[in-house]
């Protein structure tokens, strides 16, 4: 899938503080981030629509999402911890209505050290 | 809040044989049910959808019917190949307003063997 890009693809980090970056080519409204834990189904982060944060579910505040313009979408990371290894997925969808599909990127996956 | 239970969590099975994955859902609304599945290394993509009561989705072999009285959706194929083996989720969606959130279920990991 090339009409989500997500850098980097693999993060190897001590508790240094980094920058997960999408961005979508679909033209949609809603974009999303979402936590894969191995052997674990994804689970939400956070949703915007129209640049708006619009959900925003128990996340370590250490997770700061940024989302520029609606196509772009950012995950700031500060101080992980051993638990916050795992694959980001980014997602997208319209944002227009109820039964829509999502369309994820391919992940990042990020190991703590 | 709403859920997703699929009871089991790998299946191994013999290529050309039937494929059945248990899906059950606990909504307050009337929620768009979604198969998903994800093959490594990559992110879920969908399968297909079902909206309403007896709808039935499929795709590239794999159908489900939405069913209310049962609160349940799913999934089958009735000759499972090679190329099936990947991750595949049972997923609702729940309307925020402003977009779906999407909530997975447990995942099933389908492993076909070779006879």
């Known amino acids: 899938n090339t009409k989500i890009t997500q850098s980097p693809r693999y993060l190897i980090l001590g508790r240094a503080n980094k920058s997960l970056e999408c961005e979508q080519h679909?033209?949609?409204?809603?974009m999303y981030w979402y936590k894969q834990s191995a052997e674990k189904p994804p689970e939400l982060m956070f949703l915007?629509?129209?640049?708006?944060?619009?959900r925003n579910e128990t996340v370590p505040s250490r997770f700061i999402p940024e989302c520029p313009d609606s196509s772009k979408l950012l995950l700031h990371i500060s101080a992980v911890d051993p638990e916050d290894s795992a694959v980001y997925f980014c997602?997208?969808?319209?944002?227009?209505?109820?039964?829509?599909?999502?369309?994820f990127g391919h992940g990042t996956k990020l190991s703590v050290l | 809040g709403d859920s997703v239970t699929q009871t089991e969590g790998q299946v191994a099975l013999s290529e050309e044989d039937f494929l059945t994955i248990h899906c059950n859902y606990s909504?307050?609304?009337?929620?768009?049910l979604f198969w998903y599945v994800q093959y490594p290394g990559e992110g879920p993509q969908l399968l297909f959808r079902?909206?309403?009561?007896?709808e039935k989705g499929s795709s590239r072999g794999f159908e489900a019917t939405y069913d209310k009285g049962t609160t349940s959706f799913h999934l089958r194929k009735a000759s499972v190949q090679e190329s099936d083996s990947a991750v595949y989720y049972c997923?609702?969606?729940?309307?925020?307003?402003?977009?779906?959130?999407?909530?997975f279920g447990s995942g099933t990991k389908v492993i076909p063997c070779l006879p």
């Open positions: 997602a997208s969808s319209l944002g227009t209505i109820s039964n829509e599909r999502l369309f």
């Open positions: 679909l033209g949609h409204n809603a």
């Open positions: 915007y629509n129209l640049k708006q944060l619009i």
């Open positions: 909504a307050s609304g009337y929620p768009t």
């Open positions: 079902a909206s309403r009561d007896k």
């Open positions: 997923a609702l969606s729940e309307w925020t307003g402003f977009a779906s959130a999407l909530t």
